[in-house]
């Protein structure tokens, strides 16, 4: 058999596995059908003939041998086997079948064509997939090593990470990729956009799964495919436990009415996450800058407050105007309740001073019971009597008048039997009650806000013995 018959049979045999209608449909020359005035909407059995007849033709070159003859050579470059490439370059051109003593380099030239058949055709020049670890708190990467179609014609990359190779299955549709990778045979689910913007190395997208740690808990974060070797700091700024959204509330009992999720935690957990990307912004790309050094600080005491919500544990609070206020106003959403409030009468008190937020706190607090329907009793804390003079008359007279009950005691007759000269609360008896105080022993000078049991049974304690030992201030008194 000739070198031209024996190049057909290596096609035949590995290109179209032995299949001689595709074999056909290699070297077929559709124009020559077109020519005979075939119609290939309505006349289907013509085309069939066309077809049979040329697959006749083959098959007695396979089984009798042939030679490169005038009608290949004419009709080659229409044949589909002429449109076969590898990177862009064709598999095999017209000399190639006339030449005698090629038949090695016909060969490997279709090994390298099957080869690369296995390969994916989009989308191959990216090489890398980026997340970020939460059990290690690092960024960690996926190498692809290979692309290769799989047996049932979809598409398999072969990825590396930390010295352990998985197997991943990657689909393309409308530029959606969708990437699922198999580790210990759980699932990892990515999802990307690709807008084949050549411009750009990387593109990001997300993923979703478990976490590393329990694998439980379903997970969602940003992740990235890149086309090159990313510099990991710069990636802390987009793959980061910020990005991460993981669902702890993951089981519901269906006897229960309510959900049971404690969403401070939840939410504690997040504020902690940024607090904790924050830090490691301010020591390494903004050490030597005092604008966003301050504002991470502050942040940090942020997420420390939250903390101690999220364990029902007291916190402290600087700014007592703003806690009173809000305060006030929770009584007013309440309505109907009874409000005790102890507080020492002095330059500090929001009911001496004109500021634009002590004159609201005032409005609210004098308004409780007319609108609200709140009874209230403030004992004020003061040093003498002497020292009630006009003005601090006028104002026990005015809160008398909107139905505030107001007490008075001298500080040397109660110090020593109380924690606190400044506190308020509700007794509802329910998760609503709470103390805000500033107790007399704590170092620091701010307030406390308390919604234990033990804490609060002390105040009220406390507070039986502000009235025991205080007196009720009267209009007549002058």
Known sequence: MNAFSQKLRVIYVQLANENID???????DYTKYRKNKFDMASDSDSKEQFFSNRKTVLRRWLNKGT?????????????KLSKLHIK??????????????????????????????????????????????THTQTINYYEILEWEKDSNGGTSILLERDGKQFRAKFQLLDNNIFITIYKNDTPLYMLFYDNQDNSSIYIAGMSMGYLESNNKVPMSKKVIFSKELL????????????????TIENRFNINLELFQVNHFVKYFNKLKNYS???????????KEFFYYRLAFSEFYALKELFKHISKQESYYIIDFQRAFLELIKTIESIGNIKLQVVMQLNEDSPFLKSSYRDLEIRSHFFNLY???????TIIFVIDSYEELNAHKKYLFSDMIEHNIEVRTILKKNIINDVNSLNFSFIYLQDNRDFVLADPIRDSKNVYKIYTNELTMD????????FVEKSKIYELSIS
């Open 22 to 28: 595709d074999f056909t449909e290699m070297l077929i």
């Open 67 to 79: 030679t490169c003859t005038p009608d290949f050579q004419k009709s080659f470059y229409n044949y």
């Open 88 to 133: 862009g370059n064709p598999l095999f051109v017209l000399s190639d079948f006339s030449k005698e003593d090629n038949l090695d380099y016909f060969e490997q030239q279709i090994e390298k064509y099957l080869k690369y058949q296995r390969r994916v055709q989009i989308r191959v020049d990216y090489k890398y997939i980026y997340s970020f670890s």
């Open 231 to 246: 510099e990991t700091k710069e990636l802390e700024f987009m793959l980061n436990e910020t990005e991460i959204l993981s």
């Open 276 to 286: 904790n990307f924050f830090k490691r912004l301010r020591d390494t790309s903004y």
């Open 370 to 376: 007319k609108k609200h329907k709140v009874e209230t």
């Open 458 to 465: 002390e105040y009220r304690t406390d507070y039986e013995r």
